[in-house]
């Protein structure tokens, strides 16, 4: 797998130019962010910089010779290359900015990067006049294909068009367009529930909000050359995942984004999430429902190991409804949601500012949790169902029976269930009875009757 290299430039003092303020500090906070979302390892991050108290008098060396540097350990054809640029830019007939003393098209810019064959290029430019881009003549895209060969493509992301001023505030302490593009990446509703935030999706929220606010007077520019979209950046970090779910209509609502989410998201058993969902479509339902929640807006709050749902109705309750309420499906569905898995997460609720909150923060489990289930009388008919689905991580999986619980019935209608999950997942099943049990030798029986002795196993435990 290539890795990500960036070099990022900001230049704050000027030859000939007003001088700036924060293009430093924008190339500084970029590099952070690139570090933290984008999976650009902190030694592959070049920062060229230029200030009064620490002036740089020929960047664009600097960068060339930055890019030879690269050379030595940068794979071509499979490694990517993010550049940024903050400071001055000028008119031109393609994007062009001033490194300090010496203008500079995204041509130029563009073939020193090319030395490295990267597989990926992002190019993003906070400067003035930005908005043009990379001018492709009728020979580019042949161009393209010889000189790039071994790449995926290219994508510009500019702070304005070809007539607009690119422009630095002092509440924001950065350039606006830098300001909006990382708060965008900093932001996780922004991702998708595989913790990923693309460049297209990237772009355009930053486009959005400028077009919401037009007094601002910019207007980005992106151009694209490239098959599909690139995952920019990435949230590894677990404990930061979340995505929220506007829920208008129940009914007419697409659940298999939140089922993908709660797998992602929660580190509990697949029935429970199979069966928390019941339980969620239900409470939906009810909020919306005339005469219960009677709600005009609702939500579902996905985080690690937590779900929160929200809505503006009528507090509504389905583990203890109110004594006039008519027992339904919602409040069946909550009570065995109870009994069943009351072990495995914690539930809280309250009323604030005329919404509630209903909060669900689940136990993380364990390998050894996921991988075993304790099957007592309450569960029992579940196994049956076919319902078992064993956790990609366990190396194998147990069913432990609470002493004297099997019958002759259920371990018929089991096997031949659980020799299907063990063949579609590759692990062994392990029955595991109390050494006492007198079932025990049945059940290896009709195991080798059904001829699922390669897939299904017994084992005893002691009290």
Known sequence: MGKRYSILIGINDYTDCKDLSFCVKDAEDIAKTFVDFCNVESENVTIITSTKRKPNSDPWSTFCEAISNLKKEFQSGEDDIFFYFSGHGIRSKETSVIFKNRDTSISEINSKLEELVPKTKILIFDSCYSGKGYIESDKSAHFFSLSSKL??????????????????????????????????????????????????????????????????????????????????????????????????????????????????????????????????????????????????????????????????????????????????????????????????????????????????EFTNLGLKELCVLNIDMSSLMKLKDGNLIIDDKCPDYTIRFSKYVMMHSLIHMSIDNLAKESQRTGKIIYMEFHEGDRLLKDVESMIDAYGASKYIKTKTYAD
């Not at 995926?152 to 505030?169: H, M, P, Q, R, V």
């Not at 529930?193 to 355009?204: A, E, R």
């Not at 209509?249 to 993908?260: A, N």
Request: net charge negative; hydrophobic share 35%.
């Open 151 to 360: 790449t995926t493509g290219f994508y510009i992301l500019c702070a304005c068009s070809d007539n607009e001023t690119a422009k630095e505030t002092k509440e924001l302490e950065n350039g606006r367009f830098t300001h909006f593009l990382l708060s965008t990446i900093h932001d996780l509703r922004n991702y998708n529930p595989y913790g990923y935030l693309d460049v297209n999706s990237l772009f355009s929220k930053v486009d959005i909000f400028f077009k919401a606010n037009p007094d601002l007077k910019q207007s980005p520019f992106q151009q694209i050359k490239s098959i599909g979209s690139y995952p920019i950046a990435n949230n590894f970090n677990e404990e930061l995942f979340y995505m929220r779910f506007v829920i208008n209509d129940p009914f007419k609502f697409d659940w298999k984004e939140i089922v993908q989410t709660l797998n992602l998201y929660l580190s509990t058993k697949e029935n429970i999430i199979g069966e928390f969902i019941r339980l969620v479509r239900e409470h939906c339902d009810n909020t919306v429902a005339k005469g219960k929640g009677n709600a005009s807006y609702q939500a579902i709050e996905i985080s690690k190991n937590r779900v929160l749902l929200v809505d503006d109705g009528t507090f509504f309750d389905l583990f203890n409804p109110l004594e006039n309420t008519i027992p339904g499906g919602g409040i069946k569905t909550a009570a065995e949601f109870r009994e069943l898995f009351s072990n495995f997460y914690t539930y809280s609720l309250k009323e604030e500012n005329g919404l509630n909150y209903y909060t669900f």
